[in-house]
């Protein structure tokens, strides 16, 4: 491709090397300036600008808010080139009580809420920055940060916060960069803060001890932590892992044996809203057989009642089918994915993360110290340009009064410096009564001895990692002890081990009677209804199965395309109407017909057939299928398609044509066969298999004939044969549509 560089030059340059080389800094701009967090402040380059200009707007938490809009327009005119909306969008979420352990931002109006509503517009809302967020912030006018320009050069930027927070692990972060992701949860400040007091006083400390002092994350919503301890510490030694979440939920008891299941804490980042959406369509899709209601009845607290069809059932077991089924349960992710001080992406584990913290902690101690220690220096060199002055009083008037230049007289009379000298000439008269000298004598001994302190500072290490513990007990008392945020609120417990009993264990057993029309019109009736009873079909139409179950039953459906669908009886439409067309229930195509239809037994076997005459035989127990596809068995293809399904009730096989000849042979010449096309029955010179079935020849064989009679033939000799003969003419009085019925 033809690049023009910079001045107008052209130059020619393979396509591969173009796109690559702006790739490449597309790649590391999304890494470093948008996704990943500083290790040392966990902060993306958008929230420390948010926070930088409310600071510059004077928004501390003792003074008064002011509108979103004004502080976006600061961040994106100043600092953050971007979207208005994504600035607006980040300012929310550090607002958000349910989204941040520990928010930075005091918001006041409409910030969105756990149901998942979005917030007000940004002129609507208001917002200041909370202690936390000050404490991010606190000495970054003392030199303790390195600072760069701003995108347009005209103001200048933090390139990190000083953080006497640990913000990265007290809050987490989330991010998807080019290639790399991270994500960490919140944590306690109080067990953050414990660690890393113990990280002080042991430097070579395993993470075993540290993942006992910090068990876990600490969610801003709450739930319980149902993770094993083995996978946790994996988890931190690794950076990378995950957290089982659980909603916490208290059973209510109610009159006459009733109970009530609420949920007052849901996982972290789920909406409230849609909890309740989900938990309703598997209530309409009937997967909860167990459950009547779910009814919401939060105000400011979390109150999610889930009402059970009976009080028999056990809570734990509905609850468990709640989890594995809803957002009731949840995992969240840990990949400590970072920028490290030297903003190199690095995925961290524990140790190493609080590790980082320290560190930052210490470079920014010795800055501000090595600050203050300039600031007393001339400080005491003004001051002793003062002292000067007082003993030397007259002759400093003189030298004033009588001088034309001052300023050299008085620097090469008293050997002062250029700016002792622009201090004494500074000076107002007020300043020389007896009382300011001695204040002046007081501030120049006390800032003698600070500055000793601070030299001894510098110079020993054990004292500087003993003043930032000190920085971190402070910092514990100030937001572990602080009743509403320190107290942890996520609890840990063990999930159950034992299998779930399935659904259909909990479904209420009771009597049903199955009806399905010629036209696949599928319902249930209470109770076990005789054949003939008054039931109803759409014109044109009439029944064809008409089957005794339980509710607690499967059925299995097989097609004309040999798949093999199962239904759940506890599911089916009702007995009122019409019911329900079973290609609604299942993914049957309208070009397909039902063969047979069958309670399910899993100890059966059966007979499976195409028009062709091939077949087998199957275990009824593979046939279930999990999905409203079904299950491939009996291949067929072309013209051909499934025609037999009928179950195995004794040990010979009967076989009848479209040309009504019929033949009998042993079960054994069957193969057993999970699928496939099977093996010759029957031969055929015109036409295809009608009809198959199994019989044992000593008790004869059944048909059913017109008018619902049925007639048995028990002189079976002349049809006896093998697999794969064409047989010989039916028995007299054999059925013209030749099928057994």
């Not at 008891?253 to 299941?261: D, V």
């Amino acid at each position: 491709m033809t690049e023009i560089l910079e001045g107008g030059d052209i130059r020619d340059t393979p396509l591969g090397e173009a796109l690559g080389e702006r790739y490449l800094s597309y790649a590391l701009s999304t890494i470093m300036s948008r996704s990943l967090p500083d290790v040392r402040d966990g902060m993306k380059p958008v929230h420390r600008r948010i926070l930088y200009a409310m600071r510059q707007l004077k928004l501390n938490p003792d003074t008064g808010f002011k509108k979103c809009a004004r502080i976006v327009g600061d961040v994106m005119g100043k600092f953050h080139p971007h979207g208005d909306q994504a600035i607006y969008d980040a300012l929310v979420r550090l607002a958000q009580e349910f989204a941040q352990r520990y928010p930075l931002v005091d918001g006041q109006g409409n910030f969105g809420n756990v149901d998942g509503d979005n917030a007000a517009a940004m002129r609507y809302t208001e917002a200041r920055m909370t202690v936390v967020a000050q404490a991010l912030l606190q000495g970054i006018d003392l030199d303790t940060v390195d600072f760069r320009g701003t995108y347009d050069g005209e103001d200048e930027e933090p390139m990190v916060l000083p953080a006497a927070f640990p913000n990265l692990l007290a809050n987490g972060a989330t991010g998807i960069a080019v290639g790399m992701a991270t994500s960490i949860p919140p944590h306690n400040i109080r067990e953050l803060c414990a660690a890393l007091l113990h990280l002080i006083k042991f430097p070579n400390a395993g993470l075993d001890k540290l993942v006992q002092l910090i068990p876990g994350p600490d969610f801003p919503t709450g739930g319980i932590i149902v993770e094993d301890h083995a996978s946790i510490l994996e988890a931190y030694k690794t950076g990378r892992g995950g957290f089982r979440l659980r909603a916490k939920w208290a059973v209510e008891k109610g009159k006459r044996g009733t109970y009530n299941i609420v949920v007052t804490e849901i996982p972290y980042q789920v909406p409230k809203g849609r909890i309740i959406e989900k938990i309703a369509e598997l209530l309409h899709q009937r997967k909860l057989p167990l459950l009547a209601d779910i009814r919401d009845e939060s105000a400011e607290d979390i109150r999610l009642v889930l009402e059970p069809k009976s009080g028999r059932v056990e809570p734990e077991m509905l609850m468990e089918h709640l989890f594995r089924l809803s957002d009731l349960e949840t995992r969240i992710g840990l990949n400590l994915n970072v920028l490290d001080a030297d903003q190199t992406p690095k995925v961290m584990n524990l140790r190493e993360a609080l590790q980082a913290f320290l560190d930052h902690r210490h470079v920014v101690l010795v800055w501000r110290t090595k600050h203050r220690l300039a600031q007393i220096e001339r400080r005491l060199e003004v001051l002793g340009a003062y002292l000067i002055c007082y003993l030397n009083l007259d002759e400093v008037i003189r030298i004033i009064r009588e001088e034309d230049e001052a300023k050299p007289a008085l620097m090469q009379a008293f050997k002062l410096s250029e700016n002792q000298a622009e201090a004494i000439l500074n000076m107002r008269l007020r300043a020389l009564r007896r009382l300011e000298e001695m204040e002046i004598r007081a501030e120049d001994k006390a800032l003698k001895g600070e500055r000793k302190e601070l030299k001894t500072l510098l110079a020993s290490e054990d004292k500087r990692w003993a003043a930032i513990a000190g920085e971190i007990r402070e910092m514990r008392k100030t937001f572990g002890d602080d009743p509403a945020l320190g107290p942890r609120r996520s609890a840990f417990a063990e999930a159950p081990t034992g299998e779930l009993m399935p659904i259909e264990a909990m479904v209420e057993k009771e009597p049903i009677t199955v009806v399905c029309s010629d036209k696949g019109w599928l319902r249930a009736l209470r109770g076990h209804v005789e054949e003939g009873h008054d039931v109803r079909y759409k014109d044109g139409d009439k029944g064809r199965f008409w089957l005794h179950a339980q509710s607690t039953d499967k059925l299995v459906l097989f097609a004309t395309n040999g798949r093999f669908y199962t239904l759940a009886c506890d599911k089916l439409p009702g007995g009122r109407g019409n019911g329900e067309p079973v290609r609604l229930l299942l993914d049957l195509a309208n070009d397909q017909e039902i063969v047979n239809l069958m309670v399910h037994d899993p100890e059966r076997k059966l007979l499976v057939a195409s028009s062709d005459g091939r077949g087998f035989v199957v275990e009824e127990k593979s046939t279930v299928a999990q999905t409203r596809g079904g299950r491939q068995v009996l291949n067929v293809s072309g013209d051909v398609e499934a025609a037999v399904c009928a179950p195995v009730q004794g040990d010979h096989v009967a076989a009848v044509g479209e040309n009504h000849k019929m033949v009998i042979f042993p079960l054994s010449e069957l193969p057993e066969m999970n699928r496939g096309r099977g093996v010759v029955l029957q031969r055929y010179r015109d036409g295809g298999l009608s009809d198959a079935k199994t019989l044992t020849p000593s008790e004869g064989l059944t048909w059913r004939q017109a008018g619902g009679r049925t007639r048995t033939e028990t002189e079976l000799t002349m049809w006896l044969g093998k697999r794969g003969q064409a047989g010989r003419l039916a028995p007299k009085g054999f059925p013209k549509n030749h099928k057994f019925g």
